[in-house]
């Protein structure tokens, strides 16, 4: 249980030891790799799932958690957030009130964790700078790496994964727009100038990969 308790209700930065210090100064060259066989080892800190709806990054958490890599805790979903505010009036859940009281929380979340010198795990689509920024922002009150995973299956797969999830809270032209924003915002080159510590691309269906396989080239610290 943290037991930080910081002035005026706001969560402080926690200090950083020498040897956090030293990786954060590795991090900050901002490498981007596509995981290989081996495990890739994400830093305690902020992980930013960027990808559009059906691109994989629940399966991925799921794996990720199923296989004791990550914390149930760590994994902070705005739709499951949504589900839990307003799972009995769907109608609701699609204002712009109800965005603005689902991402408050998922914000208050994460920075209960990072306060805590916890890993979060921010999954919502972030294709946009701007959802990137507003997470940046908090990483940076905590001076928390922020490390960015990138789900890029392609149209193709991407709307055969789609129909083979069978929501209907999200259209395959929805689909197909998130798509096109993610392919002019969503590269590496984008996600490091905005100041990601790491990027890494998650393979999937195009690459023959299983969630759970994923799931096993990454190691959280």
Do not use: W
């Not at 590795?26 to 691109?55: D, E, K, M």
């Not at 204002?95 to 979340?109: I, L, N, S, Y």
């Not at 916890?118 to 972030?126: K, Q």
């Not at 905005?194 to 959280?220: I, K, L, M, N, Y």
Request: charge should be positive; aromatic fraction near 4%; charged fraction near 25%.
């Amino acid at each position: 249980m943290c037991e930080l308790k910081p002035p005026d209700g706001e969560p402080a930065p926690l200090p950083l030891s020498p040897a956090r210090t030293a990786r954060e100064d590795r991090l900050r060259l901002g490498r981007h790799t596509s995981a290989g066989p081996g495990p890739t080892l994400v830093p305690t800190g902020l992980v930013v799932l960027v990808g559009p709806p059906a691109s994989g990054k629940t399966s991925f958490v799921r794996a990720l958690i199923a296989h004791g890599r990550i914390d149930e805790d760590a994994v902070v979903s705005s739709d499951e957030i949504r589900a839990e505010l307003y799972g009995a009036s769907p109608a609701e859940a699609e204002t712009d009130a109800a965005d603005a009281r689902v991402f408050g929380e998922r914000d208050r979340r994460i920075i209960a964790r990072l306060a805590c010198g916890r890993t979060a795990v921010a999954e919502s689509t972030n294709v946009t700078p701007p959802s990137r920024a507003r997470l940046l922002a908090i990483a940076g009150r905590f001076d928390a790496p922020v490390t960015m995973l990138r789900f890029d299956p392609g149209l193709g797969t991407l709307l055969q994964q789609h129909a083979g999830r069978g929501r209907t809270d999200v259209t395959a032209a929805g689909v197909r727009a998130f798509a096109e924003v993610m392919a002019r915002h969503g590269g590496a080159g984008q996600l490091r100038s905005e100041g990601a510590h790491a990027v890494h691309d998650v393979p999937g269906r195009r690459q023959g990969v299983t969630p759970a396989e994923a799931a096993a080239r990454f190691s959280f610290a």
